[in-house]
C-alpha cells in the first residue's frame, strides 16, 4: 500500500515534443504529490507538486494532471528542451511532514 | 542549491569499516530526512528526525544509527560496512507546519565500500 508505480522506466523524445510519465498509488492517505527531477551526479531537485483537492497544476512547461478516483497522476513536459534530459521521480506522503515514497523513476531523453 | 548541505562528497572505505556522514538543513527547517539511493532500489527513506528527536523509521538497518544536533545539523552513522551498502545517501530538509510536504535535498554523499 506504500507503493508508488511510475512509468516509463525510460523515455525517447523529440525536441519540441510531449514528454508523459505517469504515476500510481493505492495509499489514500497520501496528501502530497510531488515530482522530482535529478541531474546525474546531483540531488533530487523539486520540479512541481499537487494536492489531492486539484487536477492540475501548471508551472511553465511543466503540468502534473492528478486524477483522485484513478488513484493517479501524471508529469507532461511540453516543448520539450534537450536541456530536460534527465531522470524524473515521483513521490507521495502523507499529510504534513512525513516520509516521500518514490517510484523507480523515468529516465528522460530529449534528442535534438 | 537547495540551501541543504552535505559532506563529504564521495567516501571510500572498506567492508567492516564505520562511516559518518553529515547533513546541514536549511536555515529554519526543523525536520531532517535521510535516504538512500540504489540502483536496484531507488530511493528510500531510511530515517527522519524533527528538532532532535527521532519521528519515523523506514527500512533502516540496525547497523545504521543517526542523530540531529541542537543546532539542528544530522549525522548518519554506518557501522560493519558490507558491499551492498554501496550508494548515494541523501539528506533531505522540510519545514514543519501546514499541509505542504516540500522536501529540498542536498547533493548526497557517494559511499563506496572495497
Known amino acids: 500500500q506504500q507503493q508508488v508505480k511510475q512509468s516509463p522506466q525510460s523515455l525517447i523524445v523529440q525536441k519540441g515534443g510531449i514528454s508523459i510519465i505517469n504515476c500510481a498509488y493505492e495509499?489514500?492517505?497520501?496528501?502530497?504529490f510531488p515530482w522530482y527531477q535529478q541531474f546525474p551526479g546531483k540531488g533530487p531537485a523539486l520540479l512541481i507538486a499537487?494536492?489531492?483537492?486539484?487536477s492540475e497544476k501548471k508551472e511553465g512547461r511543466f503540468t502534473i494532471s492528478f486524477n483522485k478516483s484513478a488513484k493517479q497522476f501524471s508529469l507532461h513536459i511540453m516543448d520539450s528542451q534537450p536541456g530536460d534530459s534527465a531522470t524524473y521521480f515521483c513521490a507521495a506522503s502523507g499529510r504534513g511532514a512525513q516520509k516521500l515514497v518514490f517510484g523507480q523513476g523515468t529516465r528522460l531523453t530529449i534528442n535534438p | 542549491d537547495s540551501g541543504v548541505t552535505q559532506t563529504p562528497k564521495h567516501l571510500i572505505t572498506a567492508t567492516g569499516q564505520r562511516v559518518t556522514l553529515r547533513c546541514s538543513p536549511r536555515?529554519?527547517?526543523?525536520?531532517v530526512y535521510w535516504y538512500q539511493q540504489s540502483l536496484d532500489q531507488g530511493l528510500q527513506f531510511l530515517i527522519q528526525y524533527y528538532n532532535g528527536e527521532e519521528r519515523a523509521k523506514g527500512n533502516i538497518l540496525e547497523r545504521f544509527s543517526a542523530q540531529q544536533f541542537p543546532d539542528l545539523h544530522s549525522e548518519l552513522n554506518l557501522s560493519s560496512l558490507e558491499l551492498g551498502d554501496s550508494a548515494l545517501y541523501f539528506c533531505?530538509?522540510?519545514?514543519?507546519?501546514?499541509?505542504?510536504?516540500?522536501?529540498?535535498f542536498g547533493p548526497g554523499t557517494r559511499l563506496t565500500v572495497l
Open positions: 495509499n489514500t492517505a497520501f496528501d502530497y
Open positions: 536555515s529554519g527547517d526543523l525536520s
Open positions: 499537487i494536492r489531492p483537492d486539484v
Open positions: 533531505a530538509s522540510s519545514v514543519v507546519g501546514g499541509r505542504v510536504n516540500e522536501q529540498f
